[in-house]
């Protein structure tokens, strides 16, 4: 299972960027996915997940701002960011596993739900 994000850039803060997350040798079917961000430091933050009902649940930082969507004929996961902010800034991560769905979860997203890694792509907003 390879999971490669791709999408990450400078941009200014208030600015949009798109994420995407290819699998190869997977299919995100019955996987729930999700994107988590990590600067130096500090530890993984799981910022949003989707269920594999569709259903999506986000980080209260991000609420508002960013989307997950997956396009599962594709095997891509996307995560489109808006209104950026410099504390945005940080590797960014998409992550495959077996997790509880939405509606019975309470809570952070966590990492140890989650069984295979990307590589990270970086995003920098600059104020």
């Known amino acids: 299972v390879q999971l490669m994000e791709s999408g990450g850039d400078s941009v200014q803060s208030g600015g949009s960027l798109r994420l995407s997350c290819h699998a190869s040798e997977f299919t995100y079917m019955g996987y729930c996915m999700a994107w988590f961000r990590q600067t130096p430091g500090k530890e993984r933050e799981g910022v949003a997940l989707i269920d594999t009902d569709g259903i999506s649940d986000y980080a209260d930082s991000v609420k508002g701002r960013f989307t997950i969507s997956q396009d599962n004929a594709k095997n891509l996961l996307y995560l489109q960011m808006s209104s950026l902010k410099p504390e945005d800034t940080a590797m960014y991560y998409c992550?495959?596993?077996?997790?509880?769905?939405?509606?019975?979860?309470?809570?952070?997203?966590?990492?140890?739900?989650?069984?295979?890694w990307g590589q990270g792509t970086r995003v920098t907003v600059s104020s």
């Open positions: 992550a495959a596993g077996r997790c509880l769905p939405v509606h019975e979860r309470g809570g952070s997203i966590s990492p140890a739900e989650f069984d295979y």
